[in-house]
């Protein structure tokens, strides 16, 4: 039971890290036109492309990294866990911010 209460709260966490990645980039795009002013030259899809493949590495990580550990580690089972774990907290941050939205 305690190793339950570990993984789900290591999903938890997992799924707080990447929540609040997500919302600092989002944060950052908003406000990138005003940072950096209008990018009419090759720099602004650039700098968008290796800015989207460094957010899916780092989001990767965040949610596949210690399952994949897990399962090479011979875990396997706690692995699926993991990430069954981390994609349902993902989902309720997800229900928890559209809720907000709604009744904001």
């Known amino acids: 039971m305690d190793c339950m209460k570990n993984l789900k709260s290591l999903a938890l966490l997992n799924a707080l ?47 596949l990294g210690r399952p994949i550990l897990m399962y090479l580690d011979n875990r396997k089972a706690e692995a699926v866990k993991l990430f069954i774990y981390t994609l349902v907290s993902l989902f309720v941050i997800l229900v928890i911010i559209l809720g907000a939205q709604i009744v904001i």
């Open 17 to 63: 890290g990447t929540a609040i990645y997500v919302s600092l980039i989002a944060l950052f795009m908003q406000n990138a036109e005003r940072i950096f002013g209008q990018m009419n030259n090759l720099f602004g899809p650039v700098v968008f492309l290796l800015l989207f493949v460094l957010s899916a590495a780092i989001t990767g990580s965040l949610v």
